[in-house]
């Protein structure tokens, strides 16, 4: 008896067309694809489920895509939808009830997790899919981050709860919203801590609700990580600041410590001899690079602050282009470090890769 997301995805894939009859009865088929509006079975085509086709990988029986809102997934994802599910278990069984399965014993309860604690961090982190393909990887390329290679820490939700407050009307915001999910990690790599940014579901901006924002978890002292930190890394308060630098030098460590205060407060590597700090151009940005440089500076480490030519640099790379960005940066580096962390490569595949993009 299959009792896990993947077994129970594969059973209703081999019977898509009599799911698709159950959770999306306004559309119809058509050759070897349902058609309907959207996950909420309204009327319409732009959502199409593939009835026949393999059993795994491209072209696989199941899969859907909606070309309005450009989210897809399996039809699990069509029942939690459907259905307004959010937990696994609940999803789970009503694939069962569907497939007129029993349901598995139960498990030893694992206890739930205090809202906001590292494990409930660990635990949406790893409900979360890899960004490639999603809702997340649209919103960081509108941004203008295109190269979001070996981007293990962040993720994506197609729906993240959202808990509204005075600024949020219940008749006004949903509950829950496509979000881009990163994982906070330690020195060790050990995971205590998650950010949401919560997101439209066109994919051009962050969701229109009161603090599209928020960390859960343990901060303090750590953070966002791309890639493994030896003698040099860069480190700044946000995700998009710090994957805007990360297009020009991709092979530079990085760490995102999400504000002003923990930014100050980042625990450095013990290897660590030279710390790149990108500044934000508002007095807490300021106060943030100056505390932490004076405490690089006290462990024996260099640290030498990088300044945007205009708000920051997400902002740089989207209004001055990527040459620009990589020029501004390049003459705040070190000289060693010139050769070792500038991708003139990258820049330039970017650079034609862009250019193509505005030509189609």
Not at 214 to 226: T, Y
């Amino acid at each position: 008896m299959p009792d896990n997301a993947s077994d129970l995805a594969h059973r209703l894939a081999r019977d898509a067309e009599a799911v698709c009859r159950h959770y999306l009865s306004n559309g119809r088929r058509e050759g070897h694809y349902w058609l309907v509006g959207n996950v909420d079975n309204m009327s319409g085509r732009s959502l199409y489920v593939r009835l026949k086709g393999a059993e795994s990988g491209k072209g696989a029986a199941g899969k859907w895509t909606d070309a309005a809102t450009g989210e897809h997934g399996d039809l699990l994802d069509i029942i939690a939808a459907n259905r307004h599910l959010d937990s696994l278990r609940d999803i789970l069984d009503e694939a069962r009830s569907f497939l007129r399965l029993p349901r598995p014993e139960p498990p030893t309860r694992e206890p739930p997790a205090p809202t906001g604690s590292p494990e409930a961090a660990r635990r949406l982190f790893a409900m979360a899919k890899p960004i490639g393909g999603t809702l997340a990887e649209a919103y960081l390329h509108e941004r203008g981050i295109a190269d979001l290679r070996h981007c293990t820490s962040l993720r994506y939700h197609p729906r993240c709860f959202y808990r509204g407050d005075e600024d949020d009307p219940r008749d006004r915001v949903r509950d829950a919203w496509p979000a881009l999910i990163a994982c906070v990690t330690d020195l060790d790599g050990k995971l205590t801590g998650a950010h949401r940014t919560w997101l439209d579901p066109s994919g051009l901006d962050k969701a229109p609700v009161s603090t599209p924002r928020r960390a859960m978890g343990l901060l303090l002292g750590n953070g966002v990580r791309f890639g493994v930190t030896t003698d040099i890394m860069a480190a700044g308060e946000g995700i998009e600041t710090m994957l805007s630098l990360r297009c020009v030098l991709p092979n530079l460590p990085m760490v995102a410590a999400l504000s002003a205060n923990h930014l100050a407060a980042l625990v450095l590597p013990p290897t660590l001899r030279r710390l790149y700090l990108a500044r934000d151009d508002d007095p807490a940005g300021h106060w943030a690079v100056e505390t932490l440089a004076t405490r690089a500076n006290e462990a024996g480490i260099e640290a030498l602050p990088l300044d945007a030519a205009l708000d920051d640099f997400n902002e740089d790379l989207r209004k001055l282009g990527l040459e620009a960005l990589a020029a501004g940066i390049r003459v705040q580096f070190a000289p060693e470090d010139v050769a070792r962390f500038f991708d003139t490569v990258t820049v330039r595949r970017t650079r034609m890769r862009d250019r193509v993009g505005r030509v189609a």
